[in-house]
Structure formats: C-alpha cells, structure tokens
C-alpha cells in the first residue's frame, strides 16, 4: 500500500534573509511614518500662509530668523559629528567617544537656544492661541524639539553605552539614523517657517 | 427588477449630490492659495511614494548585496558574546573594532 502512494512534491521554502537588525529596520519605517507627518504640517501650513498677503500677520511679532540660523549650524555639525563617530567607530575607535559627545553637546546646545528662543517670543505675545503664526510656529517647531529632545536622550544613553562597554552595534545604527531624521528635516523647517 | 433599482437608486444620488463638499478645502477656497492647495497635494502625494520608495530600494539593495556576498546578513547584528566587556573606555572601543 504505501509503495503506491507518490510522495507530495515538496518545494523547499525559500530561505529568508534578515535585511538588517530589527532595531534599524524599524528606525526606518518610524522615520517614513514621521516624515509623512511633518509633511502634513509644512503642507497645512503653506496653504494656511498662502491666504496671507503678508507674513507674519500683521501685530505679529517676526521670528528670529538670523539667531536660528547659528543655531541650524550647530545642529547641522552635531550631525556630522555623530557620522565621524560612526566612521570612527569602526576605523579609529579612541576618538567615537569624543565625537559622540560632542554631538550631545552640540544637540542639547540647539534645544536649550530654542527653549530660550521660545521665552523671548512669548514674552513678545506669540503664543498658541494668538494667530494662526503662534499655532502653527509652536506646532510644528514644538514637535521637531520633542523629536531632538528623544534623540538626545537616546544619543545620552548610547554614549553612556560606549562609556561602560555594553553599547550594541545595531543600538548605535539606530539611534544615529533617529539622530540624521532630526537634522535633516530641520533645514526644511527652517526655510519654510522662519523665512 | 434588481438592476432598475440599483439604476435608479444611483440616479438619485448621482443628481442629489451637493455641488459643494464639505470635506474638499478647494470648495471654499478664496483662489488666493488655490496653488499652494494644488502643490500642496501634489507634495503629499510625492513624499510617501518617496519614502517607502526609498526604504523598499534599500531592502532591495541590501537584500542583493547579501545574496551577491559582497555583505554579510550578520554585518550589522549584534551578539551578546562578542558584546564588548566593562573594563573602560577605549579598552572596549578597540575590542568593538575588532569584530570587523
């Protein structure tokens, strides 16, 4: 009896590759997601402007376009410190830390200017409530600096990682991808909100 | 039966729509930022196409990669026994630099 029965064809499955590490594989997707949000935002606010013949609304204080953009290079740097730690990391290890670092100060130097920043234009009346320019200022601003606010956290841990020997290649990948997200869509922001 | 109906069930939609939607932003634009609606939506449009566009060529790319050998599929991944041990500072740097 069984010497009649034919053997099912069986295909082998074929065999899965992981494309990279989990961690960075998700950074990623969360990043498309995020992007798709401040994209909302900048298209919200440019029709919002658009109905304005100027900008801002007239009683409306200006923002500080000329003290931001010092701030934008800090941010830019921090960025390019962190990928030379990346690239040190792996080709010259002694110095990762030093750049690291330098980026964390560098970071939390942009967000600490924005927080006085912020100060100084609430005490001009700009605020949520005021016009469509606070709404929108605080709005999308106010979530990049949540944004930084995570990734400097996470780039604190990361270096305190490095320091005690425990930081995990795919840790450091994905925090410096969260990290580049932050710095790179900031010159968009900047560009369509200060100026 | 059915079919004249169905027929004229979506007449009496198709004439009972409102000339104005409630929901279309364009219905109550001023015309002074009809082009910022229109490159609005178009900027919408082409970001997520770009984005998940971009994401699936790197898998793409990373995948081929891997299958051609030029990168490992672990180049990335980390293991708990390689994981560099707590005896300070550049000490654990360079024993990181090794596994490469």
């Not at chain 1, 909302?40 to 953009?69: D, E, H, K, M, V």
């Not at chain 1, 002694?94 to 912020?118: I, K, P």
């Not at chain 1, 995990?168 to 925090?175: E, H, V």
Request: aromatic fraction near 14%; charge should be positive.
């Amino acid at each position: 009896m069984q010497e009649n029965v034919l053997p099912f064809p069986r295909r082998a499955a074929p065999r899965r590759q992981p494309v990279g590490p989990s961690s960075v594989v998700a950074m990623l997707i969360f990043i498309v997601t995020e992007l798709m949000m401040f994209a909302g935002f900048i298209s919200a606010f440019s029709i919002t402007r658009a109905a304005y013949r100027t900008w801002p609304p007239i009683g409306q204080p200006r923002l500080p376009a000329t003290a931001t953009l010092l701030n934008t290079v800090a941010l830019l740097l921090s960025g390019v410190l962190l990928y030379l730690a990346h690239r040190a990391y792996t080709k010259q290890p002694a110095r990762a830390g030093r750049f690291m670092l330098a980026s964390l100060v560098l970071g939390s130097f942009f967000v600490l200017f924005q927080g006085y920043e912020w100060a100084q234009l609430l005490a001009e009346g700009l605020t949520m409530t005021s016009s469509n320019h606070g709404a929108f200022f605080y709005l999308i601003i106010g979530t990049h600096a949540l944004h930084a606010v995570a990734a400097i956290l996470a780039l604190a841990i990361v270096y305190f990682k490095f320091v005690r020997g425990t930081l995990q290649r795919s840790t450091f990948l994905a925090t410096q991808i969260f990290w580049y997200f932050v710095v790179g869509v900031w010159p968009v922001l900047y560009f369509r909100v200060y100026l | 039966m059915k079919s004249l109906l169905s027929f004229a069930m979506t007449a009496f939609v198709l004439l009972g729509a409102p000339l104005v939607a409630h929901a279309c932003p364009m219905c109550f634009s001023t015309g002074e930022n009809d082009g910022a609606f229109i490159y609005g939506s178009i900027f919408l449009m082409v970001v997520p196409v770009l984005s998940l566009g971009g994401l699936g060529y790197w898998a793409y790319r990373r995948l081929k990669a891997i299958d051609e050998g030029v990168v490992r599929p672990d180049a990335d991944a980390d293991s708990s026994a390689e994981a560099p041990q707590n005896n300070g500072g550049n000490a654990v740097v360079l024993q990181m630099s090794q596994r490469r």
